[in-house]
Nanobody
Framework: QVQLVESGGGLVQSGGSLRLSCAAS????????MGWYRQAPGKQRELVAR???????YYADSVKGRFAISRDNAKSAVYLQMNSLKPEDAAVYYC?????????????WGQGTQVTVSS
C-alpha cells in the first residue's frame, strides 16, 4: 500500500518560514520523481516544485528564490523549505510521487497539509 504523508503545515506570519515534509512508504522511493503541489480555495491545483529521481529541480516562477525542494532517498522523504512566505502562498500543499515506465504510469498523492499565511 502506497502512502505519502505530509507534515509541517501551519500558520505563519507573512515573511516567515515553514518546512514541509513528506514521508513515503510502499514505493521504491529513489526511482520516483517527487513534487509539491498546492491548491488554494477556488483555484486549480498547481505545481510548486519538483525534484527528479536524479535530483534535478524545477520551481514555479512564483516561488523561485524563496522555496527549495530536496529529497533524502535513505529516509524516503521529500522536503519543501518555504521562506519569505506571502499571503498568496496560503493553500493546501500536496506531495506527489510519479514515475513513467514503458508499461505503466504511476501517480500517487498525499492527503495534503494546510499552510496559512497571515498578513
Amino acid at each position: 500500500q502506497v502512502q505519502l504523508v505530509e507534515s509541517g503545515g501551519g500558520l505563519v506570519q507573512s515573511g516567515g518560514s515553514l518546512r514541509l515534509s513528506c514521508a513515503a512508504s510502499g514505493i521504491v522511493f529513489s526511482v520516483f520523481h517527487m513534487g509539491w503541489y498546492r491548491q488554494a480555495p477556488g483555484k486549480q491545483r498547481e505545481l510548486v516544485a519538483r525534484i527528479t529521481d536524479g535530483g534535478n529541480t524545477y520551481y514555479a516562477d512564483s516561488v523561485k528564490g524563496r522555496f527549495a525542494i530536496s529529497r533524502d532517498n535513505a529516509k524516503s522523504a521529500v522536503y519543501l523549505q518555504m521562506n519569505s512566505l506571502k499571503p498568496e502562498d496560503a493553500a493546501v500543499y500536496y506531495c506527489n510521487a510519479d514515475r513513467q515506465t514503458w508499461s505503466r504510469n504511476y501517480d500517487y498523492w498525499g492527503q495534503g497539509t494546510q499552510v496559512t499565511v497571515s498578513s
